[in-house]
């Protein structure tokens, strides 16, 4: 009893009752309780009580499902339940003139209802191994607690049973594929505890945390180890010995409902499936399922793995988790709703940063409020950067600058023009784009009549801070801040690879005719108004205009364009884009005919002056 309560397991024991009290007590109590342990004694047959208690329990385990967990404390089984056992020999001879035949039967048939359940035979008092088997039974029978924090999670708990289809009697490997932060391990561990608690007969295992545990002392031997050893049962089961035949026939007859967490390598899934890749599907019973958890789209499909792309949460599912977290309420107060749909905006959809920004604003005032949300882009929060820039730390150096160029400045272009952008200078350009799709950094949005490549607002946030990490201003390869700009266009021998830039929040700006001069990496020139006032001209040239501008150059985009014609000292054979718009001056490109070798959209438009 005292063990019991030592592990927080409120317990009630037959001797609070009295003997002059009904039996009608103890079928209330045996009704409240989840369990009863019946501890089977040499001298239990001689309590009549005992034995009426017994009976009882019998009782309420037929018809009501009890469930009973029967100890044997220096006696067998047999002795219990068998009619030429110890017990029925001592029922027979206490009780056998001066009780009716009735009552016999009835205990005899308690008792080998009772000693038949699954139960613990023990020599000695082991009081720890009751204890512990008493834990494991009543967290196994425990319905799972709904929590409020699951928000937005029954439509997609619903989708990923589908692709389970756990009355189809086959191996699946389910996959949930999404960017960091957006609830792959949420909605993986909801999966869990809801089908988990159905799946009688079988070996349930949840591995959390893999990509980021590996880097311990034992990587994923340490992991894989671990995991084998707790599915057979056995302690300490070494890799090499996962290996032994009887082994992998133990496992290939056990149904399992597993969920490997953060898998982002095909190696990683490889080591967890004991790198039998043609044997996959033989490596459980049928019946099993796999559920992984991945920003890595390939790897589930070298898997072979069903998949289910995790979405981030709609509008009112925003509002609501954040709600719980900024107010602890599931819906923000009237009063507070149009700063909390600015907070939501930032986050479209990721739970993991609203969340953040929740938790950070709770019990603020409006005044904190308005101050943090107009800081919120200039100020990342580390809880949720650090998170997305996992995904970014782990590229090549090719992914790092194709995932740049398009997050600060391809977003939602189109997949055939970003692919002739990087083409040029990268042949695997191809290779790398569908990678970065594929690893939850990019995202491919489909209409009838073409694709669009896009990247989440979130994505392109960190991309900017990463970019703005880079050390001096002269060695910064993307801008997109005017003042930067400013001082950038006054700097020769610049390192600048792309410059974005708001025409109408920025000043006035006079430039030399060999600005462009020392910038030879510039790929990327954008001067652009973001508003209906195109006759704001905020860019000026001297009458001669530009003496040239940078070969390398693939896209130039230039609202206002203050000059004639672009310069004589200008190859545009690496143009994929060439946009020339509201310019006052612009009579003609070239003086003279020129190489159009990349070029894929050509726009010359609202230009008075331009020359046929």
């Known amino acids: 009893m005292e063990a019991l309560s030592r592990e927080e397991i409120k317990a009630f024991i037959d001797d609070m009752l009295e003997k002059t009290e009904s039996i009608g007590e103890l079928i209330s109590v045996l009704q409240r309780s989840a369990l009863s342990i019946v501890i089977?004694?040499?001298?239990?047959?001689?309590?009549?009580?005992?034995?009426?208690?017994?009976?009882?329990?019998?009782?309420?385990?037929?018809?009501?499902?009890?469930?009973?967990?029967?100890?044997?404390?220096?006696?067998?089984?047999?002795?219990?339940?068998?009619?030429?056992?110890?017990?029925?020999?001592?029922?027979?001879?206490?009780?056998?003139?001066?009780?009716?035949?009735?009552?016999?039967?009835?205990?005899?048939?308690a008792l080998k209802a009772v000693a038949n359940c699954t139960g613990l035979r023990i020599d000695s008092e082991l009081v720890k191994v009751i204890v512990s088997d008493v834990?494991?039974?009543?967290?196994?029978?425990?319905?799972?607690?709904?929590?409020?924090?699951?928000?937005?999670?029954?439509?997609?708990?619903?989708?990923?049973?589908?692709?389970?289809?756990?009355?189809?009697?086959?191996?699946?490997?389910?996959?949930?594929?999404?960017?960091?932060?957006?609830?792959?391990?949420?909605?993986?561990?909801?999966?869990?505890?809801?089908?988990?608690?159905?799946?009688?007969?079988?070996?349930?295992?949840?591995?959390?945390?893999?990509?980021?545990?590996?880097?311990?002392?034992?990587?994923?031997?340490?992991?894989?180890?671990?995991?084998?050893?707790?599915?057979?049962?056995?302690?300490?089961?070494?890799?090499?010995?996962?290996?032994?035949?009887?082994?992998?026939?133990?496992?290939?007859?056990?149904?399992?409902?597993?969920?490997?967490?953060?898998?982002?390598?095909?190696?990683?899934?490889?080591?967890?499936?004991?790198?039998?890749?043609?044997?996959?599907?033989?490596l459980f019973a049928l019946g099993s399922r796999i559920i992984v958890t991945t920003r890595n789209r390939r790897v589930l499909e070298n898997a072979r793995a069903n998949i289910y792309y995790v979405e981030g949460l709609h509008s009112q599912e925003s509002l609501q988790l954040f709600g719980i977290h900024a107010f602890r309420q599931y819906l923000p107060p009237d009063d507070w709703m149009r700063l909390s749909a600015v907070a939501i905006s930032y986050c479209k959809g990721s739970p993991l940063a609203i969340k953040v920004l929740g938790g950070t604003l709770y019990c603020r005032d409006k005044s904190y409020w308005e101050s943090f949300l107009c800081e919120l882009r200039k100020i990342p929060k580390p809880e949720i950067h650090d998170v997305l820039r996992r995904s970014y730390d782990e590229l090549g150096i090719v992914e790092k600058r194709l995932f740049l160029d398009t997050a600060c400045f391809l977003h939602r272009q189109r997949k055939n023009l970003v692919m002739k952008y990087f083409s040029i200078g990268y042949q695997c350009a191809n290779y790398v784009l569908e990678d970065l799709i594929g690893k939850s950094l990019l995202i491919r949005v489909s209409s009838e009549d073409y694709e669009n490549i896009e990247v989440h607002d979130l994505l392109r946030e960190m991309a900017w801070n990463i970019v703005n990490e880079e050390s001096e201003l002269a060695n910064r390869s993307r801008l997109n801040n005017a003042d930067d700009i400013r001082k950038i266009l006054t700097i020769r021998k610049v390192k600048t690879e792309g410059i974005s830039l708001n025409l109408f929040k920025a000043n006035e700006m006079y430039l030399e005719a060999t600005t462009f001069e020392g910038m030879t990496s510039l790929r990327f020139l954008c001067f652009v108004y973001f508003s209906e006032e195109h006759g704001i001209r905020k860019v000026h040239l001297p009458s001669g205009g530009l003496d040239m501008l940078p070969d390398s150059l693939r896209w130039l985009l230039w609202d206002g364009f203050p000059s004639k014609s672009l310069p004589s000292r200008f190859s545009p054979e690496n143009l994929v884009l060439l946009a020339i718009r509201h310019s006052p001056f612009i009579e003609r490109c070239w003086e003279v005919q020129v190489c159009w070798k990349h070029l894929q959209i050509f726009v010359m438009s609202s230009s008075m002056d331009l020359l046929c």
């Open 40 to 109: 089977f004694s040499e001298n239990f047959a001689d309590s009549s009580w005992c034995l009426d208690e017994v009976a009882t329990i019998s009782q309420i385990m037929e018809e009501f499902g009890h469930r009973v967990l029967p100890i044997f404390y220096k006696v067998d089984p047999s002795d219990v339940s068998e009619d030429c056992g110890s017990y029925a020999a001592t029922i027979n001879l206490k009780y056998g003139a001066s009780n009716v035949p009735e009552d016999r039967k009835r205990w005899m048939g």
């Open 135 to 282: 834990l494991k039974r009543l967290v196994h029978m425990s319905p799972r607690v709904k929590s409020d924090m699951l928000i937005g999670m029954d439509a997609r708990i619903c989708e990923v049973e589908k692709l389970l289809a756990l009355n189809v009697n086959d191996f699946r490997i389910i996959g949930l594929w999404g960017m960091g932060g957006v609830g792959k391990t949420t909605l993986a561990r909801a999966c869990y505890q809801r089908f988990t608690s159905s799946t009688k007969g079988t070996k349930r295992q949840f591995v959390r945390n893999i990509h980021q545990t590996r880097e311990k002392e034992n990587g994923m031997v340490g992991i894989v180890q671990e995991h084998y050893s707790a599915l057979l049962s056995e302690d300490n089961i070494s890799y090499e010995d996962l290996d032994v035949s009887y082994r992998r026939d133990r496992l290939s007859r056990l149904k399992v409902f597993l969920v490997f967490d953060d898998v982002e390598t095909f190696s990683e899934l490889e080591h967890l499936l004991l790198g039998d890749l043609l044997n996959t599907f033989n």
